[in-house]
């Protein structure tokens, strides 16, 4: 079946962006960047996805517009709160017993999982031994993720996950309101390097004790999807803990060897190579 003209032209976009600005989508399963770019055609006002194309490439203000359409944002404190119990309950003592710990959350969006990993490691008596990685692609998400505030709106829900995820204390006392926002307390990145990085293009991240990339890799085509947990294997000290998506899975990867099932339901893996 031959190519639509927008998918001649979303090609095009995709090889003008990393060619341009070195953001490589173009091994991003297709039918969600195909369906991202033709929502920021219509909200951005272009008649063609070439005349964004051109748009993007002749103003760098326009990248990081795109770039909100093309990276997904969407998360909340504590998602999946069974995951977080998992965490605390059964990998948390494993955790206890190293001097000191490197964690890495990959695609941390706009810091959500980040926030819930540092009040969870903090009501476990692990906040002053760890050091936090939080990383992501989009530079606007980063910036978010760093101030730590979001819509008081959504604090009832991730009271809620809190809770469920075992939390040892009340939400509330880790954020302060203001003027219908919550703001979340500095000393919870006081151990955090914010960084830029990239799944796609970026090498191996450290020596860490947990890696935590969750729904990132259900966006990436299965080639993409298995040089991201290559990097994980590198990335992960001996016995080190790596968390996915509950959507996602190490089943049909390259790497799966290397991992042994940890916790399978809430999709917790440990290297288990030597």
Not at 3 to 16: C, G, K
Not at 90 to 101: A, D, E, M, Q, R
């Amino acid at each position: 079946m031959a190519d639509t003209l927008d998918d001649i032209e979303i090609q095009l976009l995709l090889e003008a962006l990393y060619h341009r600005y070195h953001y490589d989508f173009r091994h991003y399963a297709r039918a969600s960047i195909k369906r991202r770019l033709l929502q920021a055609r219509v909200q951005l006002g272009f008649g063609s996805i070439s005349a964004m194309q051109s748009a993007v490439l002749h103003d760098e203000g326009m990248l990081p517009r795109l770039l909100n359409y093309l990276t997904v944002q969407v998360s909340e404190m504590f998602r999946d709160p069974a995951y977080y119990l998992a965490l605390r309950e059964k990998v948390i003592p494993h955790l206890k017993t190293y001097p000191s710990l490197k964690v890495w959350i990959a695609g941390c969006s706009n810091g959500e999982e980040l926030y819930s990993l540092s009040i969870l490691f903090r009501e476990e008596g692990l906040a002053d031994k760890t050091m936090f990685y939080a990383t992501d692609i989009n530079p606007t998400a980063l910036k978010k993720a760093q101030v730590g505030v979001y819509p008081l709106d959504d604090i009832r829900l991730f009271t809620e996950n809190h809770q469920k995820a075992g939390g040892r204390s009340s939400l509330s006392d880790y954020y302060t309101a203001d003027y219908g926002r919550a703001v979340f307390d500095k000393s919870l990145r006081k151990q955090v390097v914010f960084s830029d990085h990239s799944l796609v293009t970026d090498a191996a991240f450290g020596e860490m004790h947990l890696i935590s990339c969750r729904n990132v890799l259900i966006y990436f085509d299965r080639p993409l999807q298995d040089r991201a947990l290559g990097l994980f294997r590198e990335s992960l000290a001996r016995r080190g803990f790596l968390g996915l998506g509950s959507k996602e899975s190490l089943r049909f990867s390259a790497h799966a060897h290397a991992f042994a099932d940890f916790c399978r339901e809430q999709r917790i893996y440990q290297r288990s190579e030597p």
